[in-house]
């Protein structure tokens, strides 16, 4: 997305971020679209941790940009050994599937909650009902948290891993621009909030078809 050298530099990365939200920004004729999509790279190629994650899981010149999860997958599988399937398995059971239900009870109640403050949201009893919501989907992204990192993602699923942290990474973001829209009603946090946290619906239900292919 940066259109960065796997072995570039922070420093380049960083300038070249700098030139294409300078580019692409909305007063320069851009699009939001465009400018998530570069901060979801950006957060994703300045942490020494997350960008080391995603070269494994990159594609190379035998896993061509573009191919599906379910095609990557389909080229491992002949490798794959009982011990590593055993493992995966597990993976999926004790971590993936917990995930996926916490993730659930914060992605999915959020259209009502944000109808119910709509309705006025200056209204202190409805903006602290909205504020519970908030710290509770908190509270279950804190322990999202904490199981990702409980088991490393078994090396022949590592894009699926990646995947599921980029949701998370776009739950997490979500929630913190409604966090700035409680402390100020600024819209554009919640605009913003509102399409990460569509972004994130789509990986999840992605994640879930993903996974049945997984576990055959």
């Given at each position: ?135 509770q989907a908190t509270a ?11 088991h490393a993602c078994p ?62």
């Amino acid at each position: 997305m940066l259109g960065v050298s796997p072995t570039a530099s922070g420093v380049e990365i960083k300038a070249a971020y700098r030139a294409l939200v300078k580019q692409h920004h909305p007063d320069a004729g851009g699009d939001d679209r465009t400018i998530l999509a570069l901060n979801a790279a950006w957060e994703v190629l300045r942490d020494a941790d997350r960008r080391r994650r995603y070269d494994l899981s990159a594609p190379t010149s035998l896993d061509p940009a573009g191919a599906s999860f379910s095609v990557r997958r389909a080229r491992a599988q002949s490798t794959r050994s009982a011990a590593t399937d055993a493992v995966l398995q597990q993976w999926l059971q004790q971590v993936y599937a917990p995930i996926d239900r916490l993730l659930a009870q914060v992605i999915n109640p959020f259209p009502a909650q944000l109808k119910a403050l709509s309705a006025d949201p200056y209204d202190d009893t409805l903006m602290g009902a909205f504020c519970t919501f908030l710290e509770q989907a908190t509270a279950r992204m804190a322990k999202v948290e904490l199981l990702y990192r409980s088991h490393a993602c078994p090396r022949p699923v590592q894009a699926f891993g990646l995947d599921l942290y980029h949701c998370l990474s776009l739950v997490q973001d979500g929630l913190a621009e409604l966090e700035r829209y409680t402390m100020g009603y600024v819209d554009s946090y919640l605009h913003d909030a509102r399409e990460l946290l569509r972004q994130a619906k789509a990986r999840r239900c992605q994640l879930l078809v993903d996974s049945r292919v997984l576990r055959r």
